[in-house]
């Protein structure tokens, strides 16, 4: 056995996830993660409390990949809805990619974070605040006339889901997907605009 004083919460999860690669999140264990690792379970148990937070760490830390990276878009320089669309075609092409890229690692992941409602909820809640941001900044700016970005954060989310949402995994071969994206964007976007007085 290795030494388990050496063992760090992100060692386990990097050895979580290859774990999940090679038998998938309904028969990964926590024993398959401690062998792996060449601990003992108890040491795994020492630095996630379950099976469960073991799993819910693994999910946030997967979907955290797709949301940090948008921060920089939604909290940037720029007219918003530039960095409207900039932030809707990087959540779309990063989706896309990585299901691309490494489809069994992708669907592993998607059923893993189906199973962490908790995580799952967090990452939309992140995502849907960082549109509303961007709108805030629209409002702010005169570009954009709406009464609650916050709503519309969530609304813009939503009304996305088609291009970014991996239940819709099936549409994202589809040629013209891009599109139709942008069409989406483009009625999203003037939807959002100020509007003069008649």
């Known amino acids: 056995m290795s030494d388990a004083t ?15 690669r ?19 379970h108890g040491s795994v148990y020492r630095h996630f409390a379950s099976k469960t937070a073991l799993r819910d760490a693994v999910a946030e830390r ?8 948008l921060i920089e878009v939604a909290t940037g320089p720029g007219p918003a809805p530039r960095r409207l669309r900039r932030w809707l075609a990087e959540l779309s092409g990063t989706k896309r990619r990585m299901a691309r890229e490494d489809p069994e690692l ?3 992941f998607h059923q893993l974070a189906t199973l962490s409602e908790g995580a799952v909820a967090t990452h939309l809640e992140v995502l849907a605040g960082q549109l509303s941001l ?26 996305t889901a088609r291009f970014h949402h991996p239940a819709h995994r099936a549409d994202w071969n589809e040629p013209g997907l891009d599109d139709d994206m942008e069409a989406v964007v483009a009625l999203l976007i003037d939807g959002l605009r100020t509007r003069p007085a008649t």
């Open 22 to 40: 090679r038998y998938g999140p309904a028969k990964a264990t926590v024993l398959d993660v401690a062998r792996a690792l060449g601990v003992s």
């Open 62 to 69: 997967w979907l955290a990949r797709v949301s940090t990276p």
């Open 134 to 159: 961007i709108v805030a900044d629209g409002v702010t700016a005169g570009e954009f006339a709406v009464p609650d970005p916050a709503v519309t954060g969530r609304a813009l989310l939503q009304a």
């Open 106 to 108: 992708f669907d592993n």
């Open 6 to 20: 050496a063992l760090t919460a992100d060692r386990i999860l990097d050895t979580a996830e290859e774990v999940l």
